[in-house]
C-alpha cells in the first residue's frame, strides 16, 4: 500500500471513523487480491501445505482472509498512533520482565504472525512501569516502501531504539551494537522468519512437512551473548484482542566450537516449531507475503 493512500485512509478515520476507514481498505485488499495473482499463489502455496487435508479452494479462502485481515493491522497502528489502547492479553510477560531485570538482556524473537510494529509498541506500553526494560529493534529497510519508513520513524519516535538494514546487508557494527545493548541489559528484537541482504547466513529447519530457510543471525547472537532467546508472538484474536506470548527462555549453549553449529540448529528447530504452531492456532495473522517454504517453486535464494 502506497503512503498516499495511507494518508488518505487515516484522513477518513480521523473525519468520518474507522468503519469508513474499513470499508475503502477492504476494496484496496480485493485489489490486490484480484491483480496481483503471482503473489496470492504464493499464499496459496503456503496454506495447500500448512493444511494439506483440507478441501481443494481452502488454501485460496485462505489467502483471501489473510490480504482482508491485513487491513486491520493499518487502522490498530493508526488508533495507536492516536493513543487509543487496544485490548490486550499478555502469557509469559514474567520472562520479559526477568530477562531485563537479570542484568543480562535477552533476544525477542519476533516472526510476521502478526504485526512487528503494533508488537513493539505494545511491549514498550507494558514496559513503561520497568524503568529498566529498554528495547532495541533490528528492522529491514526497503528503499521502495513508503509505508516502512513512516512506520519505523514512528516507532523511533515512541522512544524505541530501531537500527534499519538496509537490503544490501548490514554492517558488522550493527552486530556489535546488539551486543552491547545486551550487556547493558537491555531486549534486542529481530525477526527470526525472515531472511535480509544479498547473501545471509541461514539455518535449515523442518516446517509444515517440508523445510524452511530462516536467518542464523539471532541464534549466533544469543550464543555469543549468552542472553536468552525470548520467542515472542503478537496475533490478533475475536473482538480485536491482541494475544502476546512470551515462551520460555530458550538458552543456545555449546560445549565446543564444534558443537556450536548443532546447538544453533536445536534453537532454530524450536523456534521453527513453535512458529508452525501458532500459525496454524492464527492461519489468517500470517503476514509473510513471499515464499518462505524452500520446496516452493516461486522461492529464489533464501526461499
Known sequence: MKDRFYRFLTFLARHLGAWAFLLVAWFIATGYFLFFPKRVAVSVR??????PGRPRLYPLWCAWRQYHHFVRVFLDRFLLTEGADLPTTYEGWDHLVAAAESGRGGIVLMSHVGNWEIAAR???????????????LYLGEKHREQIERRQKKSVAKSGIRVIAVPEEGGSPMDIVEGLNFLREGGLVSMTGDRLWGRDPRTVDVRFAGGRARIPETPFVLALMSGAPLLIFFACRTRGGVYQLITKPPLKVRAASRAARADAIAAAAQTYADALEETVRAHPFEWYHFEPFLIEDPAAGPGG
Not at 505494545?122 to 532495541?136: A, C, E, F, T, V
Request: charged share 30%; aromatic share 20%.
Open 122 to 136: 505494545l511491549l514498550r506500553r507494558y514496559g513503561q512501569s520497568h524503568p529498566r526494560m529498554k528495547l532495541l
Open 46 to 51: 503456503f496454506y495447500r501445505r500448512l493444511f
